[in-house]
């Protein structure tokens, strides 16, 4: 017979010869949330085995994952309520939680990436990424001097990628020119470029306390019917000036993850959101999956997918097993 699939599937090493594509610790982004204190890590109660850690544990990370080969973190600050204001004057603060962290983690680990998250809702009394107004809008272009502020900040604390997680309109721009007038062209931006309002993101708003407090995020971030549209911020967000473009969630948005890497002629990141986690995780404690079988078959359908680089709560646990097989 001329085409017999099975041929190339008959060995471990024939499979191996033949695939298409591979995890490499190299493409992993752990995220971690910092939180005020002193040796404290409390465990998030709908993200099994992920920790909200004060700085100083947050640094002792750094350096396991460092020793573990992954080369980037993402960072994300839980901050006590008594700091938030409506304008999210405390992302400007340079030794506030957030950038002294950072500051922290490049003295330690200086080669680590540190991948610094601009949006206003960590900070936020209200709660959303941007501004609100009196009757409840979000503003836009209000949004964006608070925004590129606090990009700024993040840089000048040694942040190596700025990563606006808002989905306001022209903030790449906005933060680009920001970035450079004072300094810092050198430092790339990772668009949030096709975030969904998702309800995946709900372990993440426990972790932050971030919840909106009224309404929902659905006039800023994507439709979860709407792939076109996706495309067509992926063009915005290139034109900005954006270095990598992202696709958030990741599972449920693979086609999307395709057309952008498809299209886009810079790479393209995916997150694999805190709810996504959360289901293999919640799965597993159950014994009703196999947990590293499925982590490693989910991620590879990233990689399938076309993305260059992954943001995954799992990355701890897939660097360890790469590294056991290596
Ligand atoms: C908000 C932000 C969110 C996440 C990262 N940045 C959630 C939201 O939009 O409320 C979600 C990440 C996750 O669920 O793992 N700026």
């Known amino acids: 017979m001329l085409k017999r699939l099975r041929r190339n599937r008959r060995t471990a090493a024939l499979r191996a010869l033949v695939r298409e594509h591979r995890l490499d610790v190299d493409d992993l982004v752990m995220p971690l949330f910092v939180q005020p204190g002193e040796d404290k890590k409390d465990e998030i109660k709908s993200m099994p085995d992920i920790f909200r850690l004060s700085p100083n544990l947050i640094v002792a990370e750094c350096i396991a994952l460092w020793d573990l080969g992954v080369k980037a973190v993402a960072l994300f600050p839980a901050l006590d309520d008594s700091v938030k204001d409506a304008k999210a004057t405390e992302s ?3 030794d506030g939680l957030y950038q002294s962290t950072i500051r922290a983690i490049k003295a330690a680990v200086p080669e680590l990436l540190v991948i610094s998250d601009v949006a ?3 900070y936020s009394s209200d709660g959303h990424d941007g501004l609100l107004s009196e009757n409840g809008e979000i503003l836009n272009d209000e949004s964006l001097p608070i925004l590129a502020a606090m990009a700024v900040s993040q840089a ?3 942040a190596d990628i700025i990563a606006p997680s808002d989905m306001m309109d022209f903030r790449i721009e906005y933060i680009r020119e920001e970035l450079d ?5 050198h430092i790339a931006i990772l668009a949030y470029t096709a975030k969904y309002a998702s309800a995946f993101y709900g372990p993440f708003r426990d972790a932050l306390d971030s919840a909106p407090r009224s309404g929902d995020k659905k006039t800023y971030q994507m439709d979860s019917a709407n792939v076109r ?3 067509r911020e992926a063009g915005t967000d290139i034109d900005e000036g954006a270095d990598i473009i992202m696709v958030k969630p990741g599972l449920p948005y693979l086609d999307v ?3 952008l890497a498809e299209q886009s002629e810079v790479p393209v990141a995916v997150y694999n959101v805190s709810g996504e986690y959360a289901m293999l995780k919640a799965a597993a404690q159950n014994g009703w999956l196999d947990y590293k079988s499925v ?3 989910t991620l590879t359908a990233f990689k399938r997918a076309g993305a260059s680089l992954i943001l995954s709560y799992h990355t701890k646990e897939v660097a360890a097993w790469l590294k056991e097989e290596a």
């Open 92 to 94: 400007t603060n340079e």
């Open 120 to 122: 206003m809702d960590p």
């Open 156 to 158: 000048k604390a040694g």
């Open 181 to 185: 007038s004072h300094g810092f062209e």
């Open 229 to 231: 549209e996706a495309v």
């Open 257 to 259: 993850v395709r057309a």
């Open 295 to 297: 982590v490693l078959e």
